[in-house]
Each structure stands twice: as C-alpha cells, then as structure tokens.
C-alpha cells in the first residue's frame, strides 16, 4: 500500500512510524507538513532503505524568519542532529535527496552518510546552504548528480 503523496499533508506524532515496515526500501517524505522529532526518529524503523527523498522539509518548530540567509534555528538544529543519526544506519542507501534544505543540511551529514553508505550512487544537495567543501576536504566521496542529471564523481 502506498501512503498518499498529497503536499502538505499532516501526520500526527507516531503515524509515520506505525506506517513504516522494516522492510520498506524506498520512501519519500518531501510531501510532509510540519516535520518533526518524531517524523526523523521514524526513519529509525526502516534500516535497509536504498532510496530516500526528504528534499523541501518543511520543519514544524523552525523560526528562522529570513530565508535568504544562512540561518538556522533551535528547531532546525535540533532536526539536523536527529537528521544526522537515522541517517548513519542507512548502510544500503543508493540514493539519497536533501535538496532545499538550506538550514538543515549540513557538513556532519554528509560525511555520516558518505562513511557510512559505501554503495551511495546519488546524493542531491542542491540549495543546502550548509555544506562547504571542509566535509569533501575531509574525506567525503560521492557521486553528485549536477542539473543536467549527468553524475561525476567527486573525490578528495
């Protein structure tokens, strides 16, 4: 069965969990309205994904008000660390979307995901704000897909 794909919709604290199967290999959570702990933790429950989209997360408790800067919150920070860890068990991601998060993606998770997801074909970073060339200085190798969806690949 296939969860609704509607934007903005709005799933109550521990129904993304009770949704997801261990055995789920691919999943999309772009489409969710106010993103929480609870949403991130979730992830927890499906270790063997091998495609992830959480690209334009839309962040429950996120106060930054200028979003043409570099800005982060108590909220954003706050998903960024959980973010970080479910995405450390990730060890069969072949792809893996983070687009859009500008205040959210950050140096420490690419390089989680990069040391610990050795058959990562595809990671989508456009628009993180947050990532600087220290995490690929420090030993990131990856595949980057650029816009026109051809793949190069990047290493240190």
Do not use: M, W
């Amino acid at each position: 069965r296939q969860l609704s794909r509607r934007a903005n919709t709005i799933l109550p604290p521990g129904y993304l969990s009770a949704l997801l199967h261990h055995r789920v290999r691919s999943l999309i959570v772009s489409f969710l309205a106010k993103v929480n702990i609870d949403h991130i933790q979730a992830l927890n429950r499906v270790p063997e994904l091998h495609h992830l989209t959480a690209s334009k997360l839309n962040i429950e408790s996120c106060s930054c008000i200028d979003t043409h800067r570099i800005t982060s919150c108590e909220g954003c920070d706050d998903i960024s660390k959980h973010l970080r860890i479910a995405l450390e068990s990730f060890t069969l991601l072949v792809t893996l979307d983070l687009s859009h998060n500008k205040t959210i993606v950050n140096d420490q998770i690419v390089l989680a995901v990069t040391r610990n997801s050795p058959h990562l074909e595809q990671l989508e970073l456009k628009n993180c704000a947050k990532v600087t060339d220290f995490c690929f200085a420090h030993g990131a190798t990856l595949y980057c897909i650029d816009s026109s969806k051809q793949c190069e690949n990047i290493e240190t």
